[in-house]
């Protein structure tokens, strides 16, 4: 599988799993901020970043503390 077919399945899981709005954008699952495919860590984790990443997984700066 190449990497534009593997783009176009991950957009479609999205967009299946209501990650995705109608012009096929993604954003954060903890803040809502628009992500980019472009991104890889974004793409991958579905945040807009590290700390929103740790919230998403349940984790807060307390428990680094
Ligand atoms: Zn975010």
Known sequence: MNKRQKNKQ???WLIK???SDKKGKLHCLECGNSL???DEYQKR???CNELCYM???GFSWR???
């Open 45 to 47: 984790y579905l945040v």
């Open 55 to 57: 919230r998403s997984v």
């Open 36 to 38: 980019s495919f472009k």
């Open 63 to 65: 428990d680094f503390l």
């Open 10 to 12: 991950l957009k479609k």
């Open 17 to 19: 799993n209501g990650y």
